[in-house]
């Protein structure tokens, strides 16, 4: 095992890597072959699984400083103050539990939260992923028929782009499933009041992992404004802590039409600060 070994099983080899197997290796104290190719051979195993997980690690980091470094880069650019106070405000130790039937299909949860008075924004980021990945391919609903077209057929949006489920899903064998959470019925509710917090953008997609990454932000100007919501916050709200409701909806897309819905709450609490 060599650097030119590892280059064709990962990237190629960091300089620093290399130079610390080597002199760790060339470092190690002469005793009979046995014992040596022991040592070595445990010595590989145990640096070359760190170096993996520190790549599994750093390929699954979402949240909204993945989402703004490697999608929405024009907040940085357009936005920088309001962008930097975001990222300072990021908070990702969320208490928060996905419940009902749509927990069984659907892994969903909170990423992190960002609620910033000084520039009245509020963010959430969220990820979805399939429970039976063997069995199932999840989308989100608003990947579907996003160009406002009127055909017979439903289209979906995939990295293999927009066009009939079977010709643009990842395994056309699969059954796909779509996580809904911006219908009438569904969305952001605040605490156990029914009030719905409103939503000023949003943006859902699927990357190339098969996660599902919802993006959403709030004005805070206009909820403060609005005394039924404001008043909705202030009654829910507890030692700086406020309690979500993020109620969806999973459908079964069948014969180009979405069947057998299931529902489910995913209930947490962001930092009001």
């Not at 300072?88 to 960002?114: H, M, P, R, T, W």
């Not at 004005?219 to 969806?248: F, G, H, Q, R, V």
């Amino acid at each position: 095992m060599n650097a030119n070994d590892l280059d064709k099983a990962f990237k190629p080899t960091p300089y620093i890597f290399t130079e610390t197997l080597n002199k760790t290796l060339h470092g190690l104290e002469e005793v009979p072959t046995m014992k040596k190719i022991t040592t070595r051979t445990v010595l590989i195993v145990a640096l070359i699984t760190a170096l993996t997980l520190g790549i599994v690690y750093a390929a699954v980091s979402y949240g909204q400083q993945w989402y703004y470094e490697t999608r929405f880069t024009a907040f940085e650019e357009h936005r920088p103050d309001v962008y930097k106070e975001v990222i300072k405000a990021l908070d990702n130790n969320i208490k928060q539990e996905n419940i009902g039937d749509g927990a069984k299909v659907v892994d969903f949860k909170v990423e992190d939260s960002a609620w910033v008075e000084n520039s009245d924004i509020f963010t959430l980021s969220f990820t979805a992923k399939a429970v039976d990945e063997v069995e199932n391919e999840l989308h989100g609903m608003m990947e579907m028929d996003v160009d406002g077209e009127d055909r017979e057929e439903h289209w979906l949006w995939t990295k293999k782009g927009c066009g009939v489920p079977k010709d643009v899903m990842e395994d056309p064998n699969k059954q796909l499933i779509l996580i809904d959470v911006f219908s009438y019925e569904n969305g952001l509710k605040i605490g156990n009041s029914g009030v719905e917090l409103p939503i000023s953008s949003y943006d859902v997609f699927t990357d190339e992992e098969g996660v599902v990454f919802i993006q959403v932000e709030a004005n805070l100007d206009y909820i403060k404004k609005d005394k039924n919501i404001s008043n909705a916050i202030n009654e829910t709200l507890k030692d700086s802590m406020l309690m979500l409701k993020m109620l969806y909806q999973v459908y079964y897309f069948k014969d180009n039409a979405f069947v057998n819905p299931v529902e489910g709450e995913l209930i947490f609490e962001v930092k009001v600060k």
